[in-house]
C-alpha cells in the first residue's frame, strides 16, 4: 500500500506475515480517525522489540521506538505529559505479557489513557521461534526442544482483572473488523487492550486453525462476568469488543485538566512560587 | 570548642519523634539569626533501635554536625550508652530517669516517660520532651516555647503545650540557662538536601517527576509529592523503578522536563533505560543518592560508592553528565544546571550525591532567580529531522504535535529515525556521540565546574558532601591547606583542578576501596600521598577527620 502513511524504508517482514494485516488494519484507522477530526500528528506510537516493532520504520506517524517490553511504560509518560496526543503502543506478546507484563498490568489497573495493540503470535519470531508467555504448553521452539512445560497465560482474561476498560480481540486476517476495533481503542478513554492474532508464517501458522476458530460477536457479552466468560471460550475465539466501561483515566486524577507540555509554568512564577516557601 | 558553636544531640528509639525533636531544634536556632547544620542517624524499621539527631549551630556557617556535644538528651538507655562519653567539655547530659533502672547515672534525670504517660500517645511525644530540656537549657521562656509549638508541633497543640511546659519546669533546676546563645543577624531558610534539589530542578524548568521509593532519595519524591499541586509538577510513583526511567523519557518527548530519583539499587533496574536515554538522545535528570552498598547494604546509612556506578552505567557509548554538589545550595544551583545542560546536550545528566546530603538540613542564603533556566535548542521550521548530522552533534527538537514526522528510536538509525543498520550510518551516528561529547566538554570549560577553598599548603582533593566534612576539620583545628573539589566528574574537569604533575595530594572520600582516587589518578596522572577514607556508614565527624588531617598535614 503506497501512500502518505507508508515511509520510505525497506519492509522485510516474510511474505504472507499477519504483522501485513495489523500493518494496513493501523492505516485505515489512522484515516478513520482523521475524518472523525483527529488529525494524525496527534497519533503518537510507542513499540517494543520484536517483529512488532518494525511498524516503527514502516507506518509515517511520530513516536518513539523503545526498548523490549518498555513501549507502554514510555508511552504513559507522553500521554501524562502532553494528554492531548493520542498514544498508541504496537507491541508484541513476548514483548509485553512477558519482559514488560508488570507495565501492562499497572497501565491498565490505573486506566492510563493509552491503547495496548499486542501483535499476539504466540512466539518470539525475530529471535528465531522461542515460546511465548502465551504460547500453547508443548509448543516446541528452540529453547524448549521438549515441548513448553508451561501452560499460557490469558491474557484477556488478566486484563479484565487488572482493570482495563476497554478489551477487545481481533485477527490480523480481518482488516476491517481489526481497523473498526484500533479506532473505537483509541477514541475510548482510559486503557484499552486489543489481543490480535497475528500469524506468524515462519514460526507459529496459525491461519488455518484462526480461519476456522474465529467469530465476530453479534452482541457484546451482556456484564462484566460474561465478558470473563467469553475470553476463556476455547472452543471458539471470539473477535469483538468484550468489555467497555467508563472511568476517568489516570492523568486526569493525578493532574486535572493541566498539560505539563503544553503549559509549561514561565521561569518567574517559579522563583515567585518557589520564594514563597523559602520566606514560609 | 569554637566560640559561639553549640551542638544538641537528642537520642531514642524510632517512634519517639527524635527526627522531629532535631528539626523543632534547628528550626529553634535558625529563628535566632544562627547557621545550622542538623543531620540525623536513623536504622530501616519503623519502631525501636536507635536513632539519633545531631545540630550544630554557630554564628558562622557550618558545614557538618559534631558527635561531641554540648547538650545531650537521652530518651531511653541505649541512647545514654552511646552518647554518655561523646560530650563537649563544659556539656551537659540529661537522660529519661523512667528508662534507666536501679543504678546512678551521669547528669540530669528527667521523668520523661512518666510526664509524657499523661497525655495520648505519649512515646510520639518523647521527643517534644527533649526540645523543652533545650529550650530551658538556654535560657528560653515559657513564651518562647509556646511560641516555637504553635509553628513546629502544631498537631494536637494543648498536649503538646502542657508536656513541654512541665519538662521545661522539671529541667530548669537542672540544667537552666546553662548556654547562653547569642542571636545572629537574620533568619535564613532552612532546606535539605533532597528538598534542595528537587526544587533546583524546578527552577530549572521541571515539569513531572518519576520516582519509586527507596531511601536515600525517598524524601525528595515525598516532599515534591506533597508541593505537586502548589508548584504545578506531575508526579509519580509507578510500579518500579524500570517504569520511573521510562515514564521519564517518554515525558521528554513531549518537551516536559523530567526528572527521576533513586538510589544505587533502583538506579541499577533503570540501566537499560539509561542506556536508550544515550541512544535515543534524551534529555532525562537523575538524582542518585548512595547509600551503604553492595546491594541492600545497609538502606539508611551513608556512603560514596557508586561514582564508578554512575560513571559508567550503561550498556554502549554515549555521553552523560555526572556531577555532584558539596553543599545544600550547591545541590540546588547544580540540579537546575544540570537540567538545562541535560536538555542542551539531550543527554542524561545524573546527580550523585549521598545519604548525607540528602537528608541533612542546612540554613542557606539562596536567591532563587539565580538557578539556571533549561532552554533547548529547538527546530526553527522547514523539513525535520530527528537524528539530522550537525558539527556540535546536537540536533534541535521538535516537540509534538507537528506535521514534521518525529522519530526517537532506541535503534542505530538514519537521520529520519528510521532503523538503519548500514556501516556508513552507525559510523556517523557513533561520531555524532562523540562531537556532542566534545561539545559538552568544551562547555563545561567555560563554566565553574571546581570549588577551591584556602590557598595555601597541602592539596587535597575531595568531591560530595565530603567537602563539607573537610572544609569544616580545617575550620575546626585552624589548619591551612588548599581544598579542591571536582563539581562535575564527567565530563572530569581536569583543566581546572590546578593540580601540579607533581603533586601528591590528599584525598579524603567515604568509600573502601578509594574509588575517587583512583578517578583522580586516571584523569589527572597524579597519584595521591595517602587517602583517607571512611567506610563504617557514617559520614565524618569534623572532629574525627581533623585528628586524621593532622597526620598527614
Not at chain 1, 482495563?164 to 480481518?174: I, N, S
Not at chain 2, 537574620?186 to 521509593?213: E, S, T
Not at chain 2, 533505560?273 to 538502606?299: F, I, K, N, Q, W
Not at chain 2, 560508592?305 to 540546588?332: I, N
Amino acid at each position: 500500500m503506497a501512500d502518505d502513511l507508508t515511509t520510505y524504508h525497506e519492509n522485510t517482514w516474510c511474505p504472507g506475515c499477519g504483522n501485513f494485516g495489523l500493518l494496513n488494519a493501523l492505516k485505515k484507522a489512522v484515516l478513520a480517525l482523521e475524518k472523525k477530526g483527529v488529525p494524525r500528528e496527534k497519533l503518537i506510537q510507542t513499540t517494543g522489540i520484536g517483529c512488532h516493532g518494525k511498524m516503527s520504520d514502516y507506518i509515517a506517524l511520530s513516536g518513539f521506538a523503545t526498548l523490549h517490553g518498555r513501549a507502554l511504560a514510555v508511552a504513559q509518560g507522553i500521554k501524562l505529559a502532553n494528554p492531548e496526543l493520542r498514544v498508541f503502543s504496537s507491541v508484541g506478546d513476548g514483548d509485553t505479557i512477558g519482559e514488560g507484563l508488570e507495565h501492562l498490568v499497572f497501565a491498565a489497573k490505573r486506566n492510563a489513557d493509552i491503547t495496548a495493540l499486542i501483535h499476539n503470535n504466540g512466539v518470539y519470531a525475530l529471535t528465531t521461534g522461542q515460546v511465548t508467555p502465551v504460547s500453547e504448553r508443548g509448543f516446541r521452539g528452540p529453547s524448549t526442544p521438549l515441548g513448553n512445560p508451561e501452560d499460557p497465560l490469558n491474557p484477556l482474561a488478566l486484563m479484565l482483572e487488572s482493570g482495563a476498560t476497554f478489551v477487545a480481540r481481533g485477527y490480523a486476517g480481518k482488516v476491517d473488523h481489526l481497523a473498526g476495533l484500533i479506532v473505537r481503542a483509541i477514541e475510548h478513554e482510559g486503557f484499552s487492550y486489543i489481543d490480535i492474532l497475528q500469524p506468524c508464517v515462519s514460526f507459529n501458522n496459525t491461519y488455518e486453525r484462526y480461519n476456522k476458530t474465529t467469530e465476530v460477536m453479534q452482541e457484546p457479552p451482556a456484564s462484566y462476568d460474561d465478558a470473563v466468560r467469553a475470553v476463556k471460550r476455547r472452543d471458539k475465539l471470539l473477535l469483538g469488543v468484550f468489555y467497555e466501561a467508563k472511568k476517568a483515566p489516570f492523568h486526569i486524577e493525578v493532574q486535572g485538566d493541566r498539560n505539563p507540555a503544553a503549559q509549561r509554568l514561565p521561569r518567574q512564577d517559579r522563583v515567585d512560587r518557589v520564594r514563597k516557601l523559602l520566606e514560609a | 570548642m569554637e566560640k559561639g558553636f553549640f551542638t544538641f544531640i537528642v537520642g531514642g528509639k524510632a517512634g519517639e519523634g527524635v527526627k522531629k525533636a532535631g528539626q523543632a531544634a534547628a528550626a529553634l536556632f535558625s529563628g535566632m539569626g544562627r547557621h545550622v547544620f542538623q543531620s540525623d542517624e536513623y536504622e530501616s524499621l519503623i519502631k525501636g533501635g536507635h536513632n539519633f539527631s545531631a545540630v550544630t549551630t554557630g554564628l558562622r556557617q557550618v558545614t557538618g554536625t559534631y558527635l561531641r556535644a554540648d547538650l545531650v538528651v537521652c530518651l531511653d538507655k541505649r541512647s545514654y550508652d552511646i552518647h554518655k562519653d561523646h560530650l563537649a567539655p563544659g556539656g551537659v547530659l540529661v537522660h529519661n530517669s523512667d528508662a534507666m533502672g536501679p543504678g546512678s547515672w551521669k547528669g540530669a534525670g528527667i521523668p520523661l516517660t512518666s510526664s509524657a504517660k499523661k497525655f495520648p500517645n505519649p512515646e510520639l511525644r518523647m521527643g517534644l520532651g527533649a526540645v523543652a530540656a533545650l529550650m530551658a537549657a538556654i535560657g528560653l521562656d515559657r513564651s518562647d516555647v509556646m511560641k516555637l509549638l504553635k509553628e513546629e508541633y502544631a498537631r494536637d497543640l494543648e498536649s503538646n503545650l502542657q508536656f513541654a511546659l512541665a519538662v521545661h519546669e522539671l529541667a530548669s533546676p537542672h540544667v537552666g540557662r546553662r548556654f547562653k546563645l547569642e542571636r545572629g543577624e537574620r533568619k535564613r531558610p532552612l532546606l535539605f538536601g533532597n528538598q534542595a534539589i528537587v526544587l533546583g530542578a524546578y527552577l530549572g524548568g521541571l515539569d513531572a517527576y518519576f520516582a519509586y521509593p527507596m531511601t536515600p532519595s525517598s524524601s525528595a519524591l515525598h516532599y515534591i509529592a506533597g508541593k505537586a499541586r502548589e508548584l504545578g509538577v506531575t508526579v509519580v510513583h509507578p510500579e518500579s523503578e524500570i517504569a520511573v526511567m521510562n515514564m521519564a523519557l517518554g515525558a521528554a518527548f513531549t518537551g516536559a522536563r523530567s526528572m527521576i530519583g533513586t538510589a544505587g539499587g533502583g538506579f541499577g533496574l533503570m540501566v537499560e533505560a539509561l542506556s536508550m536515554a544515550g541512544m535515543a538522545e534524551v534529555p532525562v535528570l537523575a538524582l542518585l543518592s548512595s547509600r551503604v552498598g553492595p546491594s541492600t547494604g545497609a538502606a539508611t546509612l551513608h556512603e560514596q560508592s557508586d561514582l564508578r556506578f554512575a560513571l559508567g552505567a550503561g550498556h554502549g557509548e554515549f555521553p552523560r553528565l555526572v556531577a555532584s554538589p558539596g553543599t545544600v545550595k550547591e545541590a540546588m544551583f547544580l540540579s537546575a544546571e544540570l537540567l538545562d545542560l541535560a536538555w542542551q546536550f539531550q543527554v542524561p545528566a545524573i546527580l550523585l550525591t549521598e545519604k548525607h546530603l540528602s537528608e541533612s538540613t542546612m540554613t542557606v542564603d539562596i536567591d532563587p532567580s539565580e538557578a539556571a533556566w533549561s532552554q533547548p535548542a529547538v527546530h526553527a521550521g522547514g523539513e525535520y529531522k530527528r537524528y539530522r548530522i550537525t558539527d556540535d552533534g546536537v540536533t534541535p527538537l521538535l516537540f509534538p504535535p507537528t506535521k514534521e514526522l518525529n522519530k526517537w528510536t532506541s535503534h542505530m538509525c538514519d537521520e529520519t529515525g528510521l532503523v538503519s543498520e548500514d556501516p556508513g550510518m552507525i559510523t556517523q551516528m557513533h561520531e555524532k556521540f562523540i562531537r556532542k561529547g566534545n561539545a559538552l566538554r568544551e562547555r563545561l570549560q567555560a563554566m565553574h565546574t571546581v570549588n577551591t577553598f584556602g590557598n595555601e599548603g597541602r592539596v587535597i582533593l575531595t568531591y560530595g558532601s565530603t567537602t563539607m566534612a573537610v572544609v569544616e576539620a580545617l575550620r575546626f583545628s585552624g589548619r591551612k591547606a588548599r581544598v579542591v573539589q571536582p563539581i562535575y566528574l564527567e565530563p572530569f574537569p581536569d583543566w581546572a583542578m590546578g593540580c601540579q604533575a607533581d603533586e601528591r595530594p590528599i584525598v579524603v572520600e567515604q568509600s573502601s576501596t578509594g574509588m575517587f582516587a583512583r578517578l583522580v589518578e586516571d584523569r589527572l596522572g597524579v597519584e595521591p600521598e595517602t587517602v583517607i577514607k571512611k567506610y563504617d556508614g557514617r559520614p565524618f565527624d569534623p572532629e574525627e577527620l581533623a585528628a586524621s588531617l593532622k597526620e598527614v598535614l
